[in-house]
Antibody
Framework: QVQLQESGPGLVKPSETLSLTCTVS????????WSWIRQPPGKGLEWIAY???????YYNPSLKSRVTISVDTSKNQFSLKLSSVTAADTAVYYC???????????WGRGTLVTVSS | QTVVTQEPSLTVSPGGTVTLTCASS?????????PNWFQQKPGQAPRALIY???NKHSWTPARFSGSLLGGKAALTLSDVQPEDEAEYYC?????????FGGGTKLTVL
């Protein structure tokens, strides 16, 4: 069974860049769509971006100017970079997979990123 | 800004049936929005239940079903169990973008 694991700093300073990596195990990163989704404490889910294994990307229009998503098929990983962070970017960040681009199946357990000086 | 609206909270008795809905600010929800439904329990990651309106994952209990109802996407839970108490989120696709609903807190009481 596919498993996803987020990794990265749990604390980022305001105005800096948040960087997270999702490692895929138990399956290949090929032929799937890979997403980042976040959830501020006590609030709902927000889709950030997704990428096809070939490199095609789709971004949330409200975050597009600050977000970069990339994939490294050799390492079975995909990554998120969110620049110029503020306290509003404090959230649990999840990585997730989907086969068709219109579905989700597997999710990581999530990682809390706090933006604070 | 596209908004996806769900009931903030619903309560159902064990063994009962409840329908959660998901509306789009752009108009009627159709199969072209590929509605997805997720269940999230406190402290856990969301779990996918339904994709493309009514398709279940292999792990989705049979008592969960998805449909289109009155211009909205709908998730119906039949024979509700205590373990179904959770937050439920819908997701709609708008071309290349995706928007989650605000979630419905389902209480089993």
């Amino acid at each position: 069974q596919v498993q996803l694991q987020e990794s990265g700093p749990g604390l980022v300073k305001p105005s800096e860049t948040l960087s997270l990596t999702c490692t895929v195990s138990g399956g290949s990163i090929s032929n799937y769509y890979w997403s980042w989704i976040r959830q501020p404490p006590g609030k709902g889910l927000e889709w950030i971006a997704y990428i096809y294994y070939s490199g095609s990307t789709y971004y949330n229009p409200s975050l597009k100017s600050r977000v970069t998503i990339s994939v490294d098929t050799s390492k079975n990983q995909f990554s998120l970079k969110l620049s110029s962070v503020t306290a509003a970017d404090t959230a649990v960040y999840y990585c997730a997979s989907g086969y068709s681009g219109y579905d989700y199946d597997y999710w990581g357990r999530g990682t809390l990123v706090t933006v604070s000086s | 800004q596209t908004v996806v609206t769900q009931e903030p909270s619903l309560t159902v008795s064990p063994g009962g049936t409840v329908t959660l809905t998901c509306a789009s600010s752009t108009g009627a929800v159709t199969s072209s929005f590929y509605p997805n439904w997720f269940q999230q329990k406190p402290g856990q990651a969301p779990r996918a239940l339904i994709y493309s309106t009514g398709n279940k994952h292999s792990w989705t209990p049979a008592r969960f079903s998805g449909s289109l109802l009155g211009g909205k996407a709908a998730l119906t839970l039949s024979d509700v169990q205590p373990e179904d108490e959770a937050e439920y989120y819908c997701l709609l696709y708008y071309g290349g973008a995706q928007v989650f609903g605000g979630g419905t807190k389902l209480t089993v009481l």
